[in-house]
């Protein structure tokens, strides 16, 4: 009998782990709005990584788990074809609520600080040739029906390197045409000046005189937005990526893109042009140089590429 006991006992106490698991979880990210002031879309991402961890969690107890334990749970995210940008986000999310347990006294150590964010989850980004660039801003043409507001969004993406949320939260009070700058707000709220180009304020101007009074009209009053939807609401970052997406098929760059390629591409653009790392971290609004890092070796790999290609003992 002695052996049947903890046989009997054991699944009730995995699924005690597993639902302080959730529970730790969701202080965590309460303490993450709370404490920390993180933005709504990096909470979203973390609810939902903590949850995918909690699923493989269950039939284990999270205080017992060991570096070996959870290198298997990256195998198992790999297993459920996540692409390895995701898997090194859920490495952060994983040592994130980690430290939190650590900072409560509910762990003493962090098996999850071991887990090195592995060069096979990295990823260069994907970049538009400058040529693609153009013609992915002049898909949109007259028989769309909002095709200037269109144009002024790919505009924005492209001369600002701003997120999609951040293009999708501006406010007609962040824009300055005759300074050629906006305020972008991004994570944190953390507010930042970006230039704007010539070509990506003439875009601007002909959609605020041409076309946005009529997208107010139908909200039945003023609307603070800068870029608004068909019923005059604000444009949701889900339709920007849908819009970046269709225009992209209908230009013949690769479909694989999406407002992110936009903002690694004026990264590298810039970079490629000369301009100092420290001002594009800036206008990026990275809170490390070391993320922008990433694109200097996109640019150094395209270098390699074309050395290849052209030079004569390449």
């Known amino acids: ?8 006992v054991a699944p009730k106490l995995a699924a005690a782990g597993s639902a302080r698991a959730q529970q730790w979880s969701a202080a965590c990210l309460d303490y993450l709005r709370g404490e920390c002031h993180l933005a709504e879309n990096s909470l979203a991402a973390y609810r939902r990584d903590l949850a995918r961890f909690c699923q493989w969690l269950a039939g284990r107890a999270m205080d017992r788990l060991r570096v070996t334990d959870l290198s298997d749970y990256m195998a198992w ?60 801003l002049s898909a949109p043409q007259p028989y769309d029906p909002f095709f200037r507001r269109d144009r002024a969004m790919l505009e924005l993406l492209y001369a600002t390197g701003c997120r999609a949320s951040e293009v999708s939260n501006l406010q007609l009070r962040d824009l300055h045409l ?23 304020a003439i875009a601007i101007e002909e959609y605020l005189h041409q076309e946005r009074g009529r997208l107010t009209q139908r909200a039945g009053g003023a609307a603070a937005w800068l870029l608004l939807s068909r019923g005059g609401r604000r444009l949701r970052r889900e339709a920007i990526w849908q819009l970046v997406k269709r225009y992209a098929r209908r230009s013949g760059v690769p479909e694989s893109i999406s407002p992110h390629t936009l903002r690694h591409s004026f990264a590298t653009h810039l970079l490629s042009g000369g301009v100092d790392l420290r001002h594009v971290q800036e206008m990026l609004g990275h809170a490390s140089i070391a993320t922008t890092q990433i694109y200097t070796h996109v640019d150094s790999s395209r270098l390699k590429k074309v050395h290849r290609q052209f030079h004569p003992r390449g």
């Open 1 to 8: 009998m002695r052996r049947l006991k903890p046989k009997l």
């Open 77 to 136: 995210l790999k297993e459920q074809k996540l692409a390895p940008p995701s898997i090194a986000r859920h490495i952060v999310s994983l040592k994130i609520l980690y430290r939190y347990l650590q900072l409560e006294g509910i762990v003493q150590e962090n098996p999850a600080e071991l887990l090195g964010t592995q060069k096979m989850w990295e990823r260069m980004p994907e970049v538009l040739t400058p040529g693609m660039v153009q013609k992915l």
């Open 178 to 200: 005759d300074q050629r700058y906006c305020l972008a707000h991004g994570k944190g709220n953390k507010q930042r000046m970006v230039p704007l180009g010539d070509a990506a």
